[in-house]
T-cell receptor, first 113, second 113 residues
């Protein structure tokens, strides 16, 4: 089956530190998204990034589709960055998409003041 | 533009009871999805719909039924609730399956006792 592996599973930082979260996936993808689930459970879209690099403020993401991984960078972390970060992929199967997102188990990030 | 909304936000059921969760989107998206999230895990797809009047099974469809009578609404039904269905349920929508970004609702927390 499809494998979406995220690392590290847990990350504890002090405010102001930088971090890199990784997502490895086992198949060719049409779609890759990064989400932040805040402490209230809400899923917030961070990036839609099937390939290339994008930046949004202190966050940036890079996907290298040919090597089947994506990285999420958080710079100058803040306490509001705490929560779970999920990577989700939509795979290509026999040349077409199946129209579903497969989620990793997430990285639990805690940022201390 | 409310995006994706879900009703209700919380619900407690007794084993054997039935209920329907409602998802509504005002973005004119063709695709809609129901996911469940269990502790320590990412989201898993229950059912999805590629358009009005059509539905398909996802990864974990057993014990659930769905209907898409109107393009903007996607209903998830539990005919006879079981404790294993205690979970947080998320609805999502997207324009098309070919790598389009999915947008998520706020979730419904369901407890089955």
């Amino acid at each position: 089956g499809i494998q979406v592996e995220q690392s590290p599973p847990d990350l504890i930082l002090q405010e102001g530190a930088n971090s890199t979260l990784r997502c490895n996936f086992s198949d060719s993808v049409n779609n890759l998204q990064w989400f932040h689930q805040n402490p209230w459970g809400q899923l917030i879209n961070l990036f839609y990034i099937p390939s290339g690099t994008k930046q949004n403020g202190r966050l940036s993401a890079t996907t290298v589709a040919t090597e089947r991984y994506s990285l999420l960078y958080i710079s100058s972390s803040q306490t509001t960055d705490s929560g779970v970060y999920f990577c989700a992929v939509e795979i290509t199967h026999r040349g077409s998409t199946l129209g579903r997102l497969y989620f990793g188990r997430g990285t639990q990030l805690t940022v201390w003041p | 533009n409310a995006g994706v909304t879900q009703t209700p936000k919380f619900r407690v059921l007794k084993t054997g009871q039935s209920m329907t969760l409602l998802c509504a989107q005002d973005m004119n998206h063709e695709y809609m999805y129901w996911y469940r999230q269990d502790p320590g895990m990412g989201l898993r797809l229950i059912h999805y719909s590629v358009g009005e009047g059509t539905t398909a099974k996802g990864e974990v469809p057993d014990g659930y039924n769905v209907s898409r009578l109107k393009k903007q609404n996607f209903l998830l039904g539990l005919e006879s609730a079981a404790p294993s269905q205690t979970s947080v349920y998320f609805c999502a929508s997207s324009y098309l399956d070919r790598g389009y970004e999915q947008y998520f609702g706020p979730g419904t927390r369901l407890t089955v006792t």
